[in-house]
């Protein structure tokens, strides 16, 4: 039962004109109700985020947020979900990018963050703050979203810039408040009529906080006149005031059902119909759980029952009454629901909870194998927390256990403990369950050596994988789909010294050897793609490119989204070395279709970096995605991930918008802090780029000096690609070091440097000449599009779906798909955003 405020409505009205509010106040002032009571009755698109303390883990904050998102766009929630918590600048781009699509710029938005004094992550505490910067137009122009930020003290969020320009409101405490005559008002509310001198007591009291004021009038039902009220310190006892005027006259059935309640987060009506059991006809408890009005509300933004806070504390309190078997049952269907519903990191702590591990483990299985630091920290004290005789009676434990020292990069400890747990299994009688685990330590213990051989230069540890595939056979279990993440790093050849690349290649082919049958076609193509890279770094372009497309084509067999990206990637700088325009369209159609395979995780990151480089080498810095033209940043991603090319591609956008000190600044130094900057090709790429940068500055004898450095890392295996690469500013560079005789690289080699640099700025020219001149083309086509197919655009510029468009222009979906695909050929787009980019660009739209 809920009053109607128009007073505290008016103050909202007023507020959200500004493009954030904060509603800060104690426990029981009716925060979130008067919110959701505000916007239900604006009928304004709103995502409201309920947060609790597990939503100080990232993943699990994420899955929260998404599912918030999901109320105004389920599309966009899905796409979400994908890119995951976005912890860097670019991650944070693709957010802003996805999120932008469904603003209509006509409607009234309003994103409420409830409750977000619980929130301490400084990881999650920066998403909201620069969430909310960017709703608000510092960061991106959404001047049509209103934040909503509700709290018992004040946020923790920089606001200073939002203060000093009058756009943020403020909703106090003292605002909340009832007045004396909403204290009126409310008793009539409950059918009360007390006298003046009663209200006065009970006013004084109070002090109009809400939730006493519910109490008292509680209190005032229950006395024989209606009038009787005994003022009393309510805050003090407040939980004897709930046990004495609303628990103790609830149906036992009922007051254990709340309590049961109170074990759990996600109060969903599937989850509690569950929880009720089917014995309970037309589900009655819950129907006589909503008379509780004030004290738990079915949200619809959220889908899901709230409990008031000191009510849930109340709650939580008697949760002694339970037998352990009911609370086990209730985690066990919170943990289920969870898992079906896509709420991963919440099951495996239900799944905890209820000391269910072997249903744990399944539910680890289904998290994609590279996942947040954070993530994996949270399951590594559930494993530390374990029973020690979980290992024994669920060996696959094991291996769960050494995939969570790995992503916490603790590799010692995850080869010593393997160390052991083989050992301690290859003791025990071989049946297929215990096949099966060695099977999994085994290739844990090969891809602990794939990892660590840049610092151990041992290469031998294919020996592990032979081992895996021996188990495998014996376990005789089918072999699982194929994973479809493969962390590739940067490169696909990590060698650290230049002498070790062609030994590194090798382990590298008997690693896919094995994992290819054990994994059911792991890393397929891994290999190829290793001596593709190889080649092209030797300027070897013809055998380079055959591996490649070798590489592609047994990656696209086994869906290894990784090595198929990376594999284009060089056949893209392949063809632009050579200055074959033709190739090139084909080769960014088939780099658009693996970025629209929702099963390639990391598939927006690469498609960025591939692309950024692609057209900075053509001099199109305006078309690279914007979080590569930003500041440098540290990034989260383990450092044996992608952070190596993601900085590289970010330091030549820099290049090119001559921002030199900076990509300086940058490339030096990182050899120490990150292990992808000691592989070979990464040291040689960044040292050729210092070069250059410094003889920009005019810096000649550090320009000479970086050049030599980087000569003597490339000149064992002729790695000449790095120089050739950098075009003109090596030609000049190159001109500029022949003609000084301290340096010391072979006059021969340097003149072959500038010949390779020279052509590759020639071919570079053509293509980009080749590019303006399929502009000129594009500007005739876009004049030929029909009075359908500019419909179309048009609803592709606003951000319309296909289901949309069809639906506004009257016409079927496979009609709008087909315009689409018109739409595309004539402009030469090779998706929704570069069609209008290119029609606004000729003026169409």
Same mark, same amino acid.
Request: net charge neutral; aromatic share 10%; hydrophobic share 40%.
């Given at each position: 039962?809920?009053? $109607? ?36 009755? =604006? ?44 912890? %860097? ?6 957010? %802003? ?9 006509? /409607? ?12 301490? @992550? ?13 709703? #608000? ?36 405490? $003292? ?37 006493? %004021? ?84 079915? /949200? ?37 629901? =969870? ?15 209820? &000391? ?92 602990? &050596? ?9 290469? %031998? !540890? ?34 650290? $010294? ?25 890393? !397929? ?20 490119? #055959? ?19 990376? #594999? ?8 632009? =070395? ?74 030549? =956008? ?117 590019? @303006? ?17 500019? /419909? ?11 289901? $949309? ?41």
């Amino acid at each position: 039962m809920y009053l $109607e405020r128009p007073r505290i409505d008016r103050l909202l009205e007023k507020a959200v004109q500004n493009p954030i509010v904060t509603v800060v106040a104690g426990a029981g002032y009716g925060k979130s109700q008067a919110v959701y009571s505000f916007a239900r009755k =604006c009928s304004v698109r709103t995502a409201w985020v309920q947060f609790s303390e597990g939503d100080n883990v990232s993943g699990r904050f994420w899955e929260k947020f998404v599912d918030a998102i999901a109320v105004l766009s389920r599309e966009s929630a899905d796409k979400l979900a994908e890119i995951g918590f976005p912890e %860097t600048e670019r991650q944070f781009s693709r957010y %802003t990018a996805i999120s932008g699509t469904d603003i209509i710029s006509a /409607d009234k938005y309003i994103f409420v963050y409830d409750d977000i004094h619980l929130i301490r @992550d400084r990881a999650v505490l920066g998403f909201i703050g620069r969430s909310i910067h960017a709703a #608000s137009g510092m960061m991106a122009p959404f001047p049509n979203i209103t934040s909503i930020i509700i709290s018992r003290n004040e946020p923790e969020l920089d606001l200073a810039r939002f203060e000093s320009r009058g756009q943020v409101s403020h909703i106090s405490e $003292e605002d909340l408040r009832f007045s004396k005559d909403e204290t009126v008002e409310y008793f009539r509310l409950l059918g009360l009529r007390p006298s003046l001198h009663t209200i006065s007591a009970i006013y004084g009291d109070t002090e109009g906080w809400v939730f006493a %004021t519910h109490l008292a009038g509680l209190s005032l039902a229950h006395s024989k006149t209606g009038d009787t009220y005994v003022p009393q310190a309510l805050r003090a006892n407040i939980f004897k005031l709930m046990e004495s005027e609303i628990f103790s006259g609830l149906p036992k059935k009922l007051q254990t059902f709340l309590v049961k309640l109170s074990l759990i987060e996600h109060l969903v009506p599937d989850l509690l119909r569950e929880i009720v059991g089917r014995e309970e006809k037309n589900y009655s408890l819950i129907d006589e759980m909503e008379q509780l009005g004030s004290f738990i509300q079915y /949200d619809t933004y959220l889908n899901a029952y709230r409990i008031h806070l000191l009510f849930l504390d109340f709650l939580k309190g008697r949760q002694f009454e339970l037998s352990e078997d009911e609370k086990r049952d209730v985690w066990l269907k919170a943990a289920d629901w =969870c898992l079906r519903n896509n709420h991963k990191i919440n099951a495996i702590t239900y799944y905890e909870k209820a &000391g269910d591990y072997r249903k744990l483990l399944d539910a680890f299985y289904t998290f994609p194998l590279a996942f947040s630091r954070q993530t994996a920290a949270l399951l590594m004290k559930i494993m530390d927390n374990a029973p020690p005789e979980l290992y024994e009676q669920i060996p696959s434990a094991y291996a769960l256990r050494r995939r969570l020292l790995v992503n916490l990069e603790m590799f010692d400890q995850a080869k010593e403990e393997l160390t052991v747990i083989i050992a301690k299994l290859e003791r025990r009688q071989c049946d297929k369950e215990i096949a099966r685990t060695l099977t999994g330590c085994y290739n844990h213990m090969g891809f602990l &050596g794939l990892i660590t051989c840049i610092y151990t230069h041992d290469y %031998t !540890y294919v020996r592990y994988f032979e081992r895996a595939h021996y188990y495998s056979d014996i376990s005789g279990s089918e072999t699982s789909p194929p994973a479809l993440t493969l962390n590739l790093s940067s490169y696909a050849c990590r060698a650290v $010294e230049t002498a070790e690349m062609e030994s590194y290649n090798e382990a590298i082919s008997g690693m896919v050897l094995h994992t290819t049958a054990t994994m059911n076609g792991y890393a !397929y193509g891994m290999d190829d793609l290793a001596w593709a890279e190889l080649a092209f770094f030797k300027g070897d372009l013809s055998r380079a490119e #055959s591996l490649a497309q070798t590489a592609r084509d047994k990656a696209r067999e086994k869906n290894q989204y990784e090595i198929e990206n990376c #594999s284009l990637f060089y056949l893209l700088r392949i063809n632009l =070395c050579r200055g074959n325009s033709d190739a090139i369209p084909d080769l960014l159609r088939q780099i658009e279709e693996l970025r629209n395979q929702p099963s390639f995780l990391n598939r927006f990151i690469y498609y960025d970096i591939v692309l950024g480089l692609f057209y900075v080498q053509i001099g199109r810095l305006e078309k690279t995605a914007s979080w590569l033209k930003s500041d440098f940043e540290e990034s989260e991603l383990n450092s044996w991930m992608i952070h190596g090319l993601e900085i590289l591609v970010k330091a030549k =956008c820099h290049f090119a918008e001559k921002r030199y000190p900076a990509v300086l600044a940058n490339l030096e130094g990182r050899q120490e802090k990150y292990s992808t900057w000691s592989f070979v090709l990464c040291r040689l790429e960044a040292k050729v780029l210092e070069a250059v940068c410094r003889y920009r500055l005019n810096d000649s004898e550090g320009a000479f000096r970086d050049l030599e450095a980087a000569w003597d890392l490339a000149k064992g295996n002729g790695l000449y690609m790095p120089f050739t690469e950098l075009g003109k500013d090596m030609r000049a560079l190159a001109g500029a070091a022949l003609k000084e005789p301290s340096v010391k690289i072979p006059k021969p080699e340097l003149e072959k440097i500038q010949r390779n640099a020279a052509l590759y700025a020639k071919n570079i020219f053509a293509v980009s000449e080749q590019y @303006d001149s399929s502009k000129t083309q594009k500007s005739k086509a876009g004049s030929s599009l029909s009075p359908r197919e500019m /419909d179309v655009l048009t609803g592709l510029s606003q951000g319309l779906t296909r289901e $949309e468009i069809a639906r506004v222009s009257s016409i079927s979906v496979n009609t709008v798909k087909s315009a689409i695909r018109s739409v595309f050929n004539k402009l030469g787009a090779v998706n929704r955003a570069d069609a209008v980019r290119i029609a606004a660009e000729l003026g169409i739209l």
